[in-house]
């Protein structure tokens, strides 16, 4: 079946520390793969995603790059901010005759200041 | 309008009501999509309309869960009968595309059932 798996949170990190959030995912087909953000009182929104294995999506200082042979997609920024505290969602969208987007339990990151 | 809008955002329901749940999309979206999140968890997939064809139905958890979206547009999510494991957010997000993109989530509609 198509599933992800993401670090459990929640993670604490201090301000201009570097971010890593893990993420596998198993998949029939070929899936694209999604990094969503929610943060604290509003609805989730698209941080970045790639389509293709090796692909590297980015937004916002984040990075995460499409690894086929490891099924991994894993969330980076090299320094975080404050702001950055909320809950990210790892995603991948496969055709079943339709697209269907699967997303991950979430991992909750505290920035300290 | 300029995002997707659900309505009621909160809904407090006696065990055994029905509840209906709507969800306006970005206007000309293609894609509605139905996700119920637990505290704590992360969106599980309900239902699929692409247009007004209701593609997959398959992570409705019973025969009390329904929903349609008779004219492409605005859809409704129907919980006949509610019971306490029901209570969860509901999330609707739409998208411009019928295959693998950006979906736009509206902030969801908190059902709790007493």
């Not at chain 1, 198509?2 to 971010?19: H, I, K, R, Y």
């Not at chain 2, 309008?1 to 006696?14: E, F, H, M, N």
């Given at each position: 079946?198509?599933?992800?798996?993401?670090?459990?949170?929640?993670?604490?990190?201090?301000?201009?520390?570097?971010?890593?959030?893990?993420?596998?995912?198993?998949?029939?087909?070929?899936?694209?793969?999604?990094?969503?953000?929610?943060?604290?009182g509003e609805g989730l929104q698209l941080l970045l995603k790639a389509t293709k294995a090796d692909d590297k999506g980015s937004n916002k200082g984040f990075e995460a790059t499409y690894r086929k042979e490891t099924t991994s997609f894993h969330l980076e920024k090299g320094s975080?901010?404050?702001?950055?505290?909320?809950?990210y969602f790892c995603a991948l969208s496969v055709d079943t005759g339709g697209f269907k987007t699967i997303f991950g339990a979430g991992t909750r990151l505290f920035v300290k200041a | 309008?300029?995002?997707?809008?659900?309505?009621?955002?909160?809904?407090?329901?006696?065990r055994g009501q029905d509840v209906a749940l709507r969800c306006d999309p970005i206007s000309g979206h293609v894609s509605l999509f139905w996700?119920?999140?637990a505290l704590g968890q992360g969106p599980e997939f309900l239902t699929y309309f692409q247009n007004e064809a209701q593609l997959d139905k398959s992570?409705?958890?019973?025969?009390?869960?329904?929903?349609?979206?008779?004219?492409?547009?605005?859809?409704?999510?129907?919980?006949?009968?509610?019971?306490?494991?029901?209570?969860?957010?509901?999330?609707?997000?739409?998208?411009?595309?019928?295959?693998?993109?950006?979906?736009?989530?509206?902030?969801?509609?908190?059902?709790?059932?007493?």
């Open positions: 079946g198509n599933s992800v798996t993401q670090m459990e949170g929640p993670v604490t990190l201090s301000e201009e520390a570097f971010l890593t959030i893990n993420c596998t995912y198993t998949a029939t087909g070929y899936p694209s793969l999604f990094w969503y953000v929610q943060y604290p975080v901010q404050v702001s950055d505290s909320a809950v | 309008g300029a995002g997707v809008s659900q309505s009621p955002r909160y809904k407090v329901a006696k996700y119920q999140q992570g409705l958890p019973s025969d009390r869960f329904f929903a349609e979206r008779p004219e492409g547009s605005v859809s409704t999510l129907k919980i006949q009968r509610t019971q306490q494991e029901d209570s969860a957010v509901y999330l609707c997000a739409s998208s411009w595309t019928s295959s693998a993109g950006e979906l736009f989530f509206g902030e969801g509609s908190r059902l709790t059932v007493l």
